[in-house]
C-alpha cells in the first residue's frame, strides 16, 4: 500500500525561477495538507484541502505560493518566483478525514534556492 | 490563532535516563493533541493521539500527559536509547471545518548516548 509520494526528493532552483513540487496523497484519503519545515520556524501550513476544496491557504504564504489539487490523486505546489529564503523542506501529508483521523507524511521535497 | 510552543529545542540524555519534553498551546478549543517523531531523512510518524481532558497515556517507552486546564502537553520517554535519538514534534488541532489541520509545535532534537 503506498504512503503519500512527493517529487523531486530534492530540487535546486536559482532565484527568480519557478517550481512545481508533487504530491500524490494516499488513495481514499479526502484531505491533503502542505507543509514548509525549516529549523527556524519549525513546520508551517501553507495549504490545506479538503475534498479538492481549499480550506485554507496560509496566509502569509498567499503571494508567491500556489497549491492546487485538479484531481482527488494529486497536488502540486508552485512557488513563483522563488527566493532565498524559500530553501526548506516541503512535505506533503493526507488523512482520510482531517486531522482527527491519521495524517499520514510524505519523505519531501528538500528545496534550495541559489 | 493557535501558537504552539515547544520546549526544549535540543535535549541530550544518556541512555537508560529519561527525556521529557513539553507543549504549551494557547486555544481552549483545541481538540486532538499528537506526538510525533521525525528520523533523519524520514517522514514524521505518529506516535501517540490524545483528546481526553486530562490524560495519561503509555506507549512502548514512553508516557504522554495532556492537561487541558493548563493547556499542557508532555511526552516523556521513560528510559531513553539510541533508538530514540531524532527530532519530536508536538502538534495540535481543532474540531471539524477549517479546524482539522495539525499545528506543530518548534520541535525538539534529542540525543540519546551510550
Known amino acids: 500500500d503506498a504512503g503519500v509520494t512527493q517529487t523531486p526528493r530534492h530540487e535546486v532552483a536559482e532565484k527568480g525561477q519557478t517550481i512545481i513540487l508533487k504530491c500524490e496523497p494516499v488513495s481514499g484519503h479526502n484531505d491533503l495538507f502542505w507543509y514548509r519545515q525549516t529549523k527556524i520556524q519549525g513546520l508551517e501550513l501553507l495549504s490545506y484541502f479538503r475534498s479538492k476544496s481549499l480550506m485554507e491557504d496560509g496566509g502569509a504564504f498567499k503571494d508567491r505560493f500556489k497549491a492546487e489539487m485538479l484531481n482527488s490523486s494529486f497536488s502540486t505546489l508552485k512557488i513563483q518566483p522563488t527566493e532565498p529564503k524559500d530553501s526548506a523542506v516541503y512535505l506533503c501529508?493526507?488523512?482520510?478525514?482531517?486531522?482527527?483521523?491519521?495524517?499520514?507524511f510524505g519523505k519531501g521535497t528538500r528545496l534550495t534556492v541559489v | 490563532g493557535e501558537q504552539v510552543e515547544q520546549r526544549p529545542p535540543h535535549l541530550s540524555v544518556r541512555e537508560g535516563d529519561s527525556a521529557v519534553i513539553t507543549c504549551t498551546y494557547t486555544d481552549p478549543n483545541s481538540y486532538y493533541f499528537f506526538w510525533y517523531k521525525q528520523e533523519p531523512g524520514a517522514s514524521l510518524q505518529l506516535l501517540m493521539k490524545v483528546f481526553s481532558s486530562t490524560e495519561i497515556n503509555e506507549g512502548q517507552g514512553f508516557t504522554v500527559l495532556l492537561n487541558k486546564k493548563d493547556k499542557r502537553l508532555s511526552l516523556n520517554l521513560t528510559a531513553a536509547h539510541p533508538g530514540d535519538s531524532a527530532a519530536y514534534f508536538c502538534a495540535v488541532s481543532g474540531f471539524g471545518g477549517s479546524g482539522n489541520k495539525l499545528i506543530f509545535g518548534t520541535g525538539t532534537l534529542l540525543s540519546v548516548k551510550p
Open positions: 501529508a493526507s488523512s482520510p478525514d482531517g486531522a482527527n483521523t491519521e495524517v499520514f
